[in-house]
């Protein structure tokens, strides 16, 4: 998922980074690949803070166009963090650096969000999305719920839609765990997976310079 994420960012980083004179050719692909680090630390640090459910709000898709995400919290997370990376990293000026931010890490969360909602783009998906940023704990919880409860066509969204209304999300015997049981676990499984890649992320991401 996160090559997918980083041609994504590639495939729409044309006006905001590669025709853009305040980012140097040699850089393009720097500042690709740190967008795309800003975008996959950020999710994942959110579900590893217990914020599943704001993704899922995210990736509802109601929300996708820019003005909305510009205003959603998570996005004016990742805005702000990947501005001071291109001044810090790039000695863009705090107006260059928030110009790129504010266009790019937009453009790639509404793309991804209609890439997840989309049946017809197989790369993307909810389910392949949290996997990836738990490190495979997404699978396992939709595994279990499975077992628990028969039905073999299930997918984490329908088991969080099915649970979310429940009261309180407390654990329950039926269902193999409650709502609060399933953010904890994905929580656990994205906290793992920063102590496994650390700062180790971006390297990940710049082998798929080409």
């Given at each position: 998922?996160?090559e997918?994420l ?8 044309g ?9 140097p ?6 500042v ?12 994942r640090n959110?579900?590893?803070g ?5 993704i ?8 996708n ?5 510009l205003?959603?919290?998570?996005v ?23 110009n790129?931010?504010g ?33 495979g ?9 499975r ?14 839609g099915?649970?979310?209304g429940?009261?309180?999300?407390s ?11 399933i ?6 499984g994205?906290q ?15 082998g798929?310079v080409?």
């Open positions: 998922m996160l997918e980083f041609n994504l960012v590639k495939s729409v980083a006006n905001s980074v590669i025709n853009n004179n305040d980012v050719n040699e850089h393009n692909d720097a690709v690949a740190e967008a795309t680090n800003t975008v996959a630390s950020g999710l959110v579900v590893a217990g914020g599943l459910q704001n899922l709000s995210m990736f509802g898709g109601n929300n166009n820019k003005q909305g995400l205003n959603n919290p998570i004016s997370m990742m805005i702000g963090h990947f501005a001071g990376k291109l001044m810090n990293k790039f000695n863009m000026n705090n107006s260059q650096a928030n790129v931010a266009s790019l890490i937009p453009d790639v969360l509404g793309n991804l969000v209609n890439k997840v909602n989309d049946p017809n783009e197989s790369g993307f998906s909810l389910d392949s999305l949290l996997a990836s940023i738990t490190g704990k997404s699978n396992e919880v939709v595994e279990e719920q077992n628990s409860s028969g039905q073999s066509g299930l997918n984490l969204q329908d088991i969080l099915q649970l979310g429940n009261s309180g999300g654990s329950d015997g039926n269902s193999g765990g409650g709502l609060m049981d953010i904890g676990k994905l929580a656990g994205a793992q997976q920063q102590q496994r890649n650390g700062g180790g992320l971006l390297d990940l991401i710049k798929f080409k």
